[in-house]
């Protein structure tokens, strides 16, 4: 898919997504064989359920049917989220993405796996899980040490709620 398509694309479509309180995240166009699929993430502050998805869907399918931005010939409309292990690419993800642990690609070649506890402008400050019995530690990643991040999923984490009913 040429740049100029995806951008027209985006332009196309960001201002439906937007009236539906959601942000574009991602726009792709795949072939596969003689099938074209058009993949849409959205996503915002709050999550996307389910039918903010379908009422999104409809209005993109509509839109792109009275338009010859996909050309000629059949495709299918994806509608979805980033997904639990989505990269962290804009300010916002990592705002959405306070209080999850989070792997980062440092640009020096480090990796850290961390808790972000706090985004700003210029970065964020994340707890490093404490290794054999020691307690976890503060840390500050400005946004220009971070070559790559990407959430990590967490199967036995308890969430805030279970954690104040054990201590109470």
Do not use: C, W
């Not at 694309?9 to 726009?27: A, F, I, N």
């Not at 915002?44 to 009275?66: F, M, N, P, T």
């Not at 050309?71 to 916002?92: D, I, M, N, Q, S």
């Amino acid at each position: 898919m040429s740049t100029t398509q995806s951008e027209r694309l985006r332009e196309l479509l960001e201002p439906l997504v937007s009236s539906q309180g959601l942000d574009l995240e991602e726009v792709e166009v795949d072939s596969v064989g003689r099938k074209r699929v058009l993949r849409v993430v959205v996503d915002s502050d709050e999550g996307a359920d389910l039918d903010a998805i379908a009422d999104v869907s409809r209005a993109l399918s509509a839109k792109l049917d009275e338009t010859d931005a996909m050309g000629e010939g059949e495709y299918t409309l994806e509608v979805g989220t980033p997904g639990a292990e989505r990269e962290l690419k804009e300010h916002r993800h990592y705002v959405r993405a306070t209080d999850r642990l989070v792997k980062f690609q440092l640009g020096d070649g480090g990796e850290l796996v961390a808790r972000i506890l706090e985004v700003d402008e210029e970065g964020v400050d994340v707890e490093v899980p404490g290794v054999k019995g020691r307690k976890p530690t503060a840390k500050r990643l400005a946004f220009e040490d971070i070559a790559k991040a990407r959430v990590q999923v967490e199967f036995n984490r308890k969430n805030k709620n279970e954690e104040n009913a054990e201590e109470a």
